[in-house]
């Protein structure tokens, strides 16, 4: 006779930009992308220009104002133009793909990650981990796969599957709701780089919310009371999170 399932812990993840070095993988593969179509221009305005392209037709994807692919063509055809090369949308998916190759080549893991993961697994024994993503399940995927977590990563949720996105509580839920189909959860904890849509929104679906902040941003008032009041962690490197998981859980 078996007893019932013992609960663990489980840590959550964003994956780009809070583990996958996401806006550098971005700029270098944009910049190798305008050598191969001869763009001439600086390359470090090049790569702000091309995040804030990302950043405007990202968002307006998740909000549905624009498909998948549609926001990819959309962010070809205004980085072209700028250096004269008009794009029709079998010219602006093609241009996106050439481009996604180089970007796809440049993905790596930030350097704590690894060890942050292998630091939990020592401070908790039989943690669990899992990735909450705003994007397509099997383009979020291949990135995890690429990237070797696959094996450490035991359940990946993306807003396309779900048909919600971060910081809507429902998806935190939805996830945390996954991990309960096979054990008791004994503390969840969400990670992200983006203090509301990922520290806060985690927080407020009843986690414990994590903001690591590696470039030291300083939050605006109505953000940073935003954190106070949803009572978010913020960490400056992954290696800080079992500490600060350690005295959260504790109390």
Not at 65 to 89: I, K, M, N, P
Not at 213 to 228: K, L, M, T
């Amino acid at each position: 006779m078996t007893g019932a399932p013992v609960g663990r812990p489980v840590v959550l993840f964003d994956l780009d930009d809070t583990l996958m070095a996401h806006r550098e993988a971005v700029a270098a593969g944009i910049v190798l992308h305008m050598r191969s179509r001869a763009y001439v221009g600086d390359a470090a305005e090049a790569a702000r220009r091309w995040h804030e392209l990302e950043e405007e037709h990202y968002l307006a994807y998740l909000g549905g104002g624009l498909t998948f692919e549609g926001q990819r063509r959309a962010r070809a055809v205004a980085f072209a133009r700028q250096f004269g090369e008009e794009l029709d949308d079998r010219g602006a998916s093609g241009w996106f793909a050439e481009y996604f190759e180089r970007y796809r080549d440049s993905w790596a893991l930030h350097e704590d990650v690894v060890p942050a993961l292998d630091a939990l697994e020592t401070t908790f024994p039989g943690i669990r981990f899992g990735i909450i993503t705003n994007g397509e399940l099997e383009y979020q995927t291949a990135k995890i796969v690429r990237l070797a977590l696959d094996g450490r990563v035991e359940h990946v949720i993306a807003s396309g599957a779900v048909g919600v996105t971060k910081p809507d509580p429902a998806i935190f839920r939805a996830a945390l709701d996954r991990f309960r189909q096979t054990a008791p959860v004994t503390a969840a904890a969400y990670v992200g780089d983006r203090l509301l849509t990922d520290a806060v929104g985690a927080a407020k679906a009843g986690l414990a919310g994590v903001w690591v902040n590696r470039p030291r941003d300083i939050p605006d008032a109505d953000d940073a009371a935003a954190a106070h009041a949803a009572g978010v962690l913020e960490i400056r490197e992954l290696g800080e999170l079992p500490s600060v998981l350690a005295a959260r859980w504790s109390s």
